[in-house]
């Protein structure tokens, strides 16, 4: 079963950094985009970031724009994020999603833009003041 399972959430303080990880099975993520999402306690999902593993283009919500670094590691068929100096506000379930079909190349993987519908259970981030 070709699925995806997001790890490295936890509990950091204010300043401080994690790196989240989205490893696929039952299918490689080469050609696939990857998006990162949050859910916030009593707010809607929201895009984060993500990344065309067909061309390497990348994506970032202007809130975690220099804070936050998609990576993707094909040896590892993961996706990372790595998130640097989080906020009270960066308190979240973050999920990461892909496409069921590779990405054509050139085509944009902005969540607005792509159809994702292959999502993980989610990680929970809790960011301490």
């Known amino acids: 079963e070709a699925q995806v399972v997001e790890s490295g959430g936890g509990l950091v303080q204010v300043g401080g950094s994690l790196r989240l990880s989205c490893a696929a099975s039952?299918?490689?993520?080469?050609?696939?985009?990857v998006a990162w999402f949050r859910q916030a306690p009593g707010k809607e999902r929201e895009g984060l970031s993500c990344i065309s593993n067909s061309d390497g283009s990348v994506n970032y919500e202007d809130s975690v724009m220099g804070r936050f670094t998609i990576v993707s590691d094909s040896a590892k068929n993961t996706v990372f994020l790595q998130m640097n100096n989080l906020r009270p506000e960066d308190t979240a379930v973050y999920y990461c999603?892909?496409?069921?079909?590779?990405?054509?190349?050139?085509?944009?993987?902005?969540?607005?833009?792509?159809?994702?519908?292959?999502w993980g259970q989610g990680t929970q981030v809790i960011v301490s003041s």
């Open positions: 999603t892909t496409g069921v079909n590779p990405i054509p190349y050139g085509h944009s993987c902005h969540w607005l833009k792509y159809d994702y519908q292959r």
């Open positions: 039952g299918f490689t993520l080469d050609d696939y985009a």
